[in-house]
């Protein structure tokens, strides 16, 4: 059985403690592989080496650091099978969506940022002939990123790329529950040349490793991608510290539809973004929206299409929905499909667990489920469910679905159907979230800025923000 290891200074070694996580195929319900139970004398072993390159790493030109970024992303374009058929296994997704999103997009991160660093600028602020105020924006020292198993060497990659960009070091920590691509990526920049300590990748708990990088003092800058609970968990410990912090937390997103859209652009791109990674996506629109007029023919369309998705295997290359990352996610996705219909919703397709036979008979998989007949505020469509369920409900009016669609605590994300110009840039306007999608979804352009309002998170990456995020501006004012 393959054991993973933590990179740390450059080394691929065991936990200090040599105990080890056992890590499931989510597909298979199977042991295959060993995670590194790391804690942290382990993080304390990554923050010295990481503050030991620090130095040296920030000291090079962005041309030098971006050509280490582009050798990296060359390297796992080569390995575009072996990464995406790791990522299926470690994570249930399809592994034909591993080799379309994921690793590509893990690669386009380090092209991007490798490019960006290069066109990085700061401003000057001239005082008429008084003096010369300029901006520089420095790296910050050791940057911790820490990211779940949903997107896993993608949101990974979407950290470290920009920190290791603007010069800083990287002690990393991805989800213990899908580590496997994080590891390969550790062997990658071994292979790339890497110098030692400038990228740390522990493996471990997020109450060990995670907690462990959040409170050590020399670890000023931290990114997190995961849930809000987390998020908040980690606010609390970091905020008496001062450290800089960026948070991309959970959502509800909703998904409005008008009757003037374009009929069946909408429906396609909606079962995608419904159940896209079985709904595993914090961008997915779990709470469906649809004009009064059109709103029996959706509801007949989708579930029809819904009940005709594919699900098996993920290494068939037909299956459209693989399994759920792990069987307690899973258990959580149906309690909340209980709670929905203690709440009066009706399950229209879906709803239960799917068995398969052969090889996946022992995975984790849950049928694609639609529901209907819930009010706007009970909790199912009020809390996050994360898994490959949506609800439906009707409106009347552009005013009554702005009030659904703003009605959660969250506000990552929003998708608009309709062919009224400008209709669309005013309900745009009014809804409460950080990224809006207009007759698409997840069209993304990696120089926008991404992140979610109210308990969606704090902050945006993507583009110069990211940059601006992982460096410190300073004013230096020179009198003429
Ligand atoms: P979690 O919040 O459970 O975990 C995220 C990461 O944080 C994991 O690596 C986890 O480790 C670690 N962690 C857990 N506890 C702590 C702690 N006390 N201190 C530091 N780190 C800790 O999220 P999930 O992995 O379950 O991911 C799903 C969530 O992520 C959903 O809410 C989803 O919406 C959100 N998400 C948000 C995105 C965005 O861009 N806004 C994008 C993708 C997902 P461990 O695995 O050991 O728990």
Redesign the pocket.
Known sequence: MQSIKNYINGELVDPISETFIENPDPATGAIYSLVPDSDEPDVLKAVTSAAEAYPAWSDRSSLERASFLSSIAGLLRRDLERLSLAESVDNGKPVSLARAIDIPRAASNFEFYATAIQQFSSEAHPMEGTALNYTLRNPIGVAGC??????PLY?FTWKIAPALAAGNCVVA?????TPMTAYLLSELCIEAGLPPGVLNIVHG???KV??A??RHPDVPVLS???????GA??AATAAPMFKKLSL????KNPNIIFADCDYDTMLDTTIRSSFANQGE??LCGSRIYVEQSIYDKFRRDFVARTAALTIDDPLDEKSQLGAIVSKAHMEKILAYVELARQEGGEILVGGKQVYLEGRCRDGWFVAPTVIEGLSSDCRTNQE?I?GPVVTLSPFESEEEVLGFANGTAYG?AASLWTENLTRAHRVANHLQAGIVWINCWMLRDLRTPFG?MKQ??VGREGGIEALRFFTEAKNVCVKI
């Open positions: 820490i990211s779940p198993w949903n997107l949101l920590k991805p989800s213990e529950l708990y997020g109450h995670g907690s990088i959040t997190f991608t995961g849930g809000t609970k987390t968990t980690i991309e937390l959970g959502g996506i914090c996050e994360f990552l979610g969606s998170g």
